[in-house]
């Protein structure tokens, strides 16, 4: 290859949301450190915010500012989105700060997946100097795929010295234009698999992929289960809490195994002491946590919350009063039999679940709480008790779990812990291979299959604990595994933290390290091999095999010569056209735009229609509203819907975040048959004809019950 020109510009390509994070700087004894900071290529001026404490606990703090800049400079307004068969005009900012007035010559480098509409690849702008000058380019998004759009410029000075240019590179993705489908194997390799897969017929072309994923160790699953959890709604303590969990497991496994370096230790640390201060912004005054952080404080949540900080503390700081405090605050609630009584709301005034009707559950949870965590008190004996005088009662699957739970960390009576285990494997499905606890409702309002993995997990916890129902846990863990979803979790927040504790558990009851050679034959041609040594046998690898033609049945043979044996999972995905909508849902969501015709910078107003069509309340329910690309969403609208149904029972909007492409809506129930209308207005950026993206509703713990809205066609015009 040639060497590049002397005065070649630098391409800027590097544009992060954060510079740097360090979670832990050492100073010398006079205050004073060094640190170097990769400058990304983003022309802006960066806020640094520092906190530092001494040695004896005095803490500072300071603010500053990081100032890029270079005098001349262009930039692109690109959706981070586009559907395939999108038209989008791009606007393109020159910025001249030069001191010279210029001619600019803009350039578009050619791409495969995107054609110009009515327009050229070159163009000249006059920019006065400190003027911004503009262009634009319109282009139809014709491939699927994830790719780079670049765009040179050049303006050229009375002489070559003071002449300038610039290059950029964005990122794009462009989806199918229809509704992802997914085929999911999953698996444990000893020697040798093969599995087969047939796409739906009417599967958009150019869109079929087949992916696998190999998982030899443990931390391949939690870093995996970490990365899924992370792209999942954060907005309530259980789900910000799930999302710390994983690397406190993550920390766990490589301070036992050896192999934790201080660059890895420092990175967790960070994550998790970012995720324990978020978790404090939860708990209530006078005592306790809640979903949102208002009163009344919730015992289950707090009881989860409380193993959670606890199991924090073995890796990284946690002030040992809020354990203290928290454990005491749960005794105090103790009723004088040794029983907790129901939350009188979970999520909404008069809800009602297993929770609120099962005395033997909450003291099961609580006392499970308190015995893990190290409590001294009587109110684990007084409630150990009570448990043992109503366990006579017709206890569910998950109320057995959590029992069986209590019983072994409770350790001090064996033939309690023998008659709880019992129990509970008593309640088990069998199906062929596999073990499963089937459970109506648990804590976090899981019911179908999601449920049943949360069940499971928490039951093959206990077993495993027990160390005397071998055959059952091997046949629960296979359970466990192949429910494994195509994101890399099992559907909720919980029922992934559930999974990812009983994989790693049931690993450090008997670890081996998996050594040897793997290969990937798709469709009888060998297309990967992979060694695994000790080096690499702890990572997630994945591959990703595209062009597959869906109108072929695909087969993909794994092939392992080696010892140990390691988990796998095979994807193939797809997407169809878009059908039309079930007559029948459980829940349903309609958007509706007051007109699909505008010009740039006009605002257009969509009505969100969200119904709960169950003969029973829907709790902690999510809706993710498509924002189109080109189109900026007001917020202030969903300000004031939140305002507006606050201390409501039901379709109360609890919280909402938004992102590139959507906004997350935490809604707390819908109560049976309550349809919650919303308004919000939508501002047009640039011109682009394209689709909204899908707005869905769905039970945040029970994913299955959902309702998916198609896209709706937008054209934008220029403004005249």
């Not at 946690?318 to 009584?341: F, Y």
């Not at 001294?376 to 739970?405: C, M, Q, R, W």
């Not at 309340?617 to 507006?644: H, R, Y």
Request: proline share 5%; glycine share 8%.
């Amino acid at each position: 290859a040639s060497a590049p020109k002397p005065n070649a510009p630098h391409v800027r390509s590097y544009f992060p949301e954060a510079l740097y994070i360090n979670p832990e700087i050492l100073t010398d004894g006079n205050g004073d450190a060094s640190i170097s900071i990769p400058i990304a290529d983003s022309i802006t001026t960066w806020r640094m915010a520092m906190l530092a404490s001494t040695q004896s606990g005095a803490l500072g703090s300071g603010t500053s500012g990081l100032k890029v800049f270079q005098d001349f400079f262009v930039d692109l307004d690109l959706p981070v989105t586009l559907t395939q068969g999108d038209r989008v005009s791009i606007p393109v900012a020159v910025y001249n700060y030069s001191g010279n007035p210029g001619q600019v010559r803009l350039t578009l480098q050619p791409g495969d997946w995107y054609s110009l509409e009515n327009d050229t690849p070159e163009k000249t702008v006059s920019v006065d100097s400190g003027r911004v000058g503009g262009s634009q380019f319109t282009l139809n998004a014709n491939r699927i795929g994830k790719f780079k759009l670049t765009l040179s410029a050049r303006m050229d000075g009375p002489q070559d010295a003071n002449a300038r240019e610039d290059v950029v590179v964005r990122e794009i993705e462009v989806i199918p234009n229809g509704r992802e489908q997914n085929i999911v194997f999953n698996g444990r390799l000893e020697s040798s698999a093969r599995h087969d897969l047939r796409f739906p017929d009417a599967s958009i072309p150019d869109a079929t992929s087949i992916l696998v994923r190999l998982y030899p160790g443990p931390l391949s699953q939690i870093v995996e289960g970490m990365d899924s959890i992370l792209r999942m709604p954060g907005g309530c303590f259980e789900q910000t809490s799930s999302s710390t969990y994983p690397n406190v497991l993550a920390l766990d496994y490589m301070k036992r195994t050896k192999k934790l370096t201080p660059e890895i230790h420092a990175k967790a640390e960070g994550y998790i002491a970012n995720g324990y201060q978020r978790l404090l912004t939860f708990e209530v005054p006078g005592g306790g946590f809640s979903w949102f952080g208002q009163a009344p404080a919730n015992k289950i949540l707090t009881a989860y919350g409380l193993m959670e900080f606890n199991d924090m503390s073995k890796v990284s700081d946690v002030d040992p009063r809020l354990i203290e405090r928290t454990g005491a605050w749960l005794a105090g609630k103790q009723q004088p039999d040794g029983s907790w009584k129901p939350d009188t709301s979970f999520i909404n005034e008069g809800a009602t679940n297993r929770y609120n009707s099962d005395v033997l559950r909450i003291t099961a949870y609580i006392a499970w709480s308190l015995a893990n965590t190290g409590y001294n008190g009587p109110a684990i004996e007084k409630a150990k008790h009570f448990i043992e005088s109503d366990t006579g009662s017709n206890a569910d699957t998950y109320t057995l779990a959590v029992i069986a739970n209590f019983a072994v960390d409770y350790g001090k009576d064996r033939e309690f812990t023998r008659r709880s285990m019992q129990a509970l494997i008593d309640a088990r499905t069998e199906q062929g291979d596999l073990v499963l606890w089937k459970a109506e409702e648990t804590g976090v309002y899981s019911t179908g299959q999601s449920a049943a993995i949360e069940t499971t997990g928490l039951a093959t916890q206990a077993l495993l604990k027990w160390g005397q129902a071998s055959e059952t846990v091997r046949k629960a863990l296979n359970y466990i595994s192949s429910k494994k979803q195509a994101a890399g979790n099992w559907g909720t927040t919980q029922a992934t933290i559930m999974a990812l504790r009983a994989l790693l558990l049931a690993t450090q009851m008997s670890a081996s390290d998996v050594n040897g050679t793997l290969e990937i034959v798709l469709d009888s041609k060998t297309v990967e091999t992979l060694k695994l040594t000790s080096e690499n046998n702890d990572l997630l690898h994945q591959f990703v095999f595209k062009g597959i033609d869906p109108q072929k049945p695909a087969s993909v043979e794994l092939n392992f010569n080696g010892s140990g044996t390691l988990a796998y999972q095979i994807v193939g995905r797809s997407f169809t056209p878009w059908a039309e909508k079930p007559t029948a849902e459980p829940l349903s969501i309609d958007v509706a735009y007051d007109r699909t015709r505008l010009a740039q910078n006009d605002i257009a107003t969509a009505t969100a229609a969200i119904r709960n069509n169950l003969s029973k309340t829907a709790n902690m329910v999510m809706v993710d509203l498509g924002i189109p690309p080109g189109f900026e969403l007001l917020s202030e609208d969903l300000q004031s819907f939140q305002e507006k149904t606050r201390g409501q029972e039901s379709g109360r909007l609890e919280k909402f975040s938004l992102t590139a492409t959507q906004a997350i809506l935490y809604f707390n129930a819908l109560s049976q048959k309550q349809t919650v209308t919303l308004s919000f207005r939508l501002r047009a950026k640039y011109p682009i004809h394209a689709r909204t993206f899908q707005s869905r509703v769905y039970e945040y713990y029970d994913p299955e019950v959902n309702s998916t809205a198609h896209p709706v066609q937008l054209e934008v015009t220029e403004h005249q």
